[in-house]
């Protein structure tokens, strides 16, 4: 019984901090993603004669 509850322990203990690492992840993933994305429309605009920011 106390490897069980050891273990539910350790779970509650370091869950929180799993589950903020992953979100953090995930939304350091999208937004390079959209980062990138935006440099990417910017420098197609600004390539092809258009110079959105003077």
């Known amino acids: ?3 069980s509850s050891d273990t539910r322990n350790a779970l509650d203990k370091y ?3 799993l589950l903020g690492l992953l979100v953090a992840l995930l939304v350091g993933k999208a937004l390079r ?3 990138w994305g935006l440099f990417g429309v910017y420098m197609a605009l600004h390539y092809s004669g258009m110079h959105p920011f003077g």
Do not use: G
């Open 1 to 3: 019984m106390n490897v």
């Open 15 to 17: 869950l929180p901090m």
């Open 33 to 35: 993603k959209t980062l």
